[in-house]
């Protein structure tokens, strides 16, 4: 059975830096595109924040988070990491991972796998 688990959530303050974690398990990851979404309080829909591909590694960040947080993965582990740095208080929500086996991952819609998420709190 395919499953994603986030953890590493929690409360932070403005300009914290938090690193959350992806642990997937069933089966091999390592050529699928990983990702990471976002449900803020204000947000209607998961707003896309990272995904790094299969192969290649390359790596793509919402406008909101360029600069500021960084997508890495251990294929070896089957992890998924989002490194965030200069947290502010509109990072505040819940953290899901995201997979497909190939193919872009930068809409709700692209997504084959998700995980439950994390929460992540960052507090003025």
């Known amino acids: 059975q395919v499953q994603l688990v986030e953890s590493g959530g929690g409360l932070a303050q403005i300009g914290d830096s938090v690193v959350i974690s992806c642990a997937a398990s069933g089966r091999s990851f390592s050529d699928d595109t990983m990702g990471w979404f976002r449900q803020t309080p204000a947000g209607k829909d998961r707003e896309f924040v990272a995904?790094?591909?299969?192969?290649?590694?390359?790596?793509d960040y919402g406008d909101s988070v360029k600069g500021r947080f960084s997508i890495s993965r251990d294929k070896f582990k089957n992890m998924l990491f989002l490194f965030m740095n200069n947290l502010k208080v509109e990072d505040t929500g819940v953290y899901y991972c995201?997979?497909?086996?190939?193919?872009?991952?930068?809409?709700?819609?692209?997504?084959?796998?998700w995980g439950r998420g994390t929460q992540v709190t960052v507090d003025s």
């Open positions: 995904t790094i591909s299969g192969k290649s590694g390359n790596t």
């Open positions: 995201a997979a497909k086996p190939r193919g872009d991952l930068r809409t709700p819609d692209d997504v084959d796998y």
